[in-house]
């Protein structure tokens, strides 16, 4: 019965983390930029907007510059969140692809790091005045919900060890559209409980910045106003001003 | 924060750290106010003149129009993440020690009511988002708070996703202003900018005879005749610059220098009385149409006067517009010589006629002067300059070093892209914020202070018409002169020397 649940639950969870975050990223990519209004210095080039979004998104290079700590605790979450993620994919693929193969051990350390990453940032939010000044409950929760997951998955692979050849099959089934048995087991229930859950919120909460990110046009946007003329849809709409100095105006 | 009483006119000693970390003070600057503005004001902009009966319901509404009109604005409402790497990076904050003034919080005045009405979460769960409605008190924040930011975007850069605060501020004067809450300062003076094409209200006949006056201390100056020319037709340059370039110190000694350096370049130029103005305060209260009409006047005198080139004097907003903006707000400039970048800065066009020799200069004549330079915030992270990428940074800083012997930097972490506002920009330069602006000073003056410590430095030079009248009052409260502040162009009026020019013989 739970099985059966869990499997709708999934493929619900999917259909609004993929439909709902395309729509937010077609929402972004459709609404006009009225000026250039890149964050300078910035690159002339359109390459150079690729160099520079490729730092900040694998780097975090403005993090990096702003605030050293939330910058270390940012990165190892996200750098281990992303391996754990690749890890993962052994759950998806038969036979597991042979790089995923490779990641195994190395996605097992992640982990740790991800968690202390956000261990680090929770206890900035509750510790440091200016933050906390900013945090709305959301924001805690969602750090606990990250860490709820990565506790009860860790907790899978260390403390009590679970079928994981059946929880596989329970996947590979649901991407075949079968509902196979899924191992009745708190640890099971609760991680995939909350990683459901996380994907249903994705698409309307802040966890949109992953998307958004690709959007903001202080840093996406090349610096070229004066050789190129950037014109919205609107703007271009808007009524004719008259060309050359009326005659009841000159000095 | 012990409140810091810097109005007595003492000079306070505080060689210190420009980032010193204020405790948080909740509303600490919350009865810092600037003047609203009158139905005669806001009228000629478009604007309701007094607060509409329904502005809940047309305040809400403008903010989901604004939503789909600018993808800025759309975006950065929704991918703030609370980390709070920008918390500590605003002047007014730091000077302030009032939590609104952390740029998330800033921004959160706007975004908790966009989440409320536009979001689902702030929908069915606002106590879990910090959504809120849209009250009374709220607008009055929102007022309070966006004019407490000088849309300067040293926060954007601080930010992982690039959200720049500025965008939110102005949209939320831009919100303010569509129900009828607009501020004086700002809104009285665009309308003087409609009727009399300049921010002072200077009419056609009194800016002649200010630049025929200014023609004869040139002349006294040098012996020379050096040309203001107004309105001349046919003439290749435009000249735009800041209206207080025609009569507030130290900018008059700006427009000197680029007058003598047309002078020397040979070249023919002119201002118009109908553009008379570089600034564009359209940009500060957020309305893209104010803007685009500002803009536009430079457009018609431009066609009318049968120029080839225009070039923008010291003035950092202005050249956010000028360089960033123009092109889409007033353009296509097909009509003018494309062999030139549209617009170009003064400092490109001296910078090119020191490059190739044409400027005969005598650094030593600058030499009671210890240098140091404020990089605009406008300029540093609005916009560029020259050919390269930073050229905004380097250019002004290679035309002082050409002009002056002493010449040094103040922390690094304070300059070029990490620059402090000056403390008055973003249509904050008015005496009702006077407070706000001697706080916002704070991490600028601190820096200064320590070059001053460290290597004597005596005076600053700035490119912002803003900057340079901020400092001459607030530089006081920091002990220093208020003729400690200089236009990069004195400089390089102080140093050149005209063909045939004659020094006038010192009568002590």
Redo the contacts between chains.
Sequence with gaps: MLSIVYAVLFYVATILLVVGTGM?IL??AR??????????????TRR?VWMRMGR?VLF?Q??F???RW?WIF?MLFHWGMLLVLLRHLRYFTQPVWWWVELIQPIGVYASFAMVLGLGG?LF??IF????R???????Y?MLLLIIGIAVTGMGMKFVMPVDIVAIKVFFLGLMRFQINELPMNIGVLLHLGMVAFLMI?FP???L??AP??F?????TQV?N??E?????A??SQ?PP?????PKD??? | MAPHDMNTGDAPKIVGDPFKMPDLECGASVDTNTYKAAPEHNEPLGFPGELLDNWQEVAIAKIGELAKKNRAFQVYLDTCVKCGACTDKCHYFLGTGDPKNMPVARQDLLRSVYRRYYTYAGKYFPWLVGARDLTREVLDEWYTYYHQCSQCRRCSVACPYGIDTAEISMAAREILDSVGVGQKYCNEIIAKLKRTGNNLGLNPKALRATLEDLEEDLEEETGLEVKLPLDVQGADILLITPSADFFAEPQIDGLLGYAKVFHAAGVSWTISSYASEAANFGMFIGSYENMREVSWRIRQAAKDLGVKRIIFGECGHAWRVGYSFLNTLAGPFDFLDQSYPIPQHILEFTMDEIDKGTLKIDKSRNDEFVMTFHDSCNVARGSSMGRKEGGQFDLPRQVIKAVCNNFHEMERDTTRENTFCCGGGGGLLTDDLMDLRIKGAKPRMTALQQVTKDHGVTHMAAICAICKSQFTKVMPKYGYEMDSILSVHQLVSNAIILDGQVDPVDED
Excluded: C, M, Q
């Excluded at chain 1, 440091?128 to 933050?131: G, M, Q, W, Y």
């Excluded at chain 1, 001003?241 to 100095?245: H, K, N």
């Design positions: 937010k929402k972004y609404t006009p930029a009225p000026l250039k209004i890149p964050v300078s210095p910035a690159p002339r150079g900040e975090f403005s993090l510059k702003s605030n939330i940012g940032l900035r939010r440091v005045n200016r933050i000044y900013i945090s709305d409950p959301s924001d929760l919120i309307i909460s802040k949109i910045h958004g990110l959007f903001a046009p202080s840093r610096d106003a004066r190129f003329r950037h014109l919205s609107w703007a808007l001003l008259p060309e050359g100095i105006e000159k000095g």
